[in-house]
């Protein structure tokens, strides 16, 4: 299962975060700052790309934070957030990574912000793959695939080589 097919070439990539920080923008139009959380890898590449496009397209002030946690296995260790509580309380979250498969990275990063009142909360992720296991959607979504279980989605934000693959 080494084969590589190229779903979004670099152009359809930088055109899903485009169209994503536009649904972004549009449904927080009114806000005067909007947190954008990464979740640490690959999603934190995607809050830097959704938030360069934000910067362009509004007047809002962008605060990027990264969130920390393990993916495979999230019962063992924390969550940690580079930011504190006090930053983000009373604040619109957009928290973003690259692929939802089950939901279970989502509902971790999410369950974090319920410890703190905050004024909104939605997601955004390039690729969706519809498989969840967790009562969790997201709010943005770039592209919806239907894979089979066994296929896996590589998604690669480099500057120079931006790129979606199913393999």
């Known amino acids: ?41 690959r999603g934190s590449n995607l809050s830097i790309e959704l938030a ?27 969550v940690k957030l580079n930011l504190t509580s006090s930053e983000y309380k009373d604040k619109v979250i957009i928290l973003c990574d690259d692929v939802l498969n089950s ?4 509902m971790f990063a999410t369950k974090h912000f319920l410890n703190q009142r905050i004024k909104k909360i939605s997601t955004v992720v390039l690729i969706e793959r519809n498989y969840n296991i967790y009562p969790i959607k997201a709010d943005f979504v770039g592209l919806s695939l239907a894979t089979t279980y066994q296929q896996y989605v590589k998604v690669n934000l480099d500057r120079r080589n931006k790129a979606v693959y199913l393999s």
């Open 103 to 106: 939901g279970k990275t989502l």
């Open 1 to 41: 299962m080494s084969d590589k097919i190229q779903i979004l070439n670099s152009k359809e990539v930088n055109q899903k975060i485009e169209r994503l920080a536009w649904e972004v923008y549009e449904h927080n139009f009114e806000e005067k700052e909007i947190i954008i959380v990464g979740i640490a890898d």
């Open 52 to 78: 360069e496009h934000l910067k362009n397209i509004s007047k809002m002030d962008i605060k990027l934070a990264k969130l920390f946690l393990d993916k495979d296995n999230p019962y063992e260790q924390d």
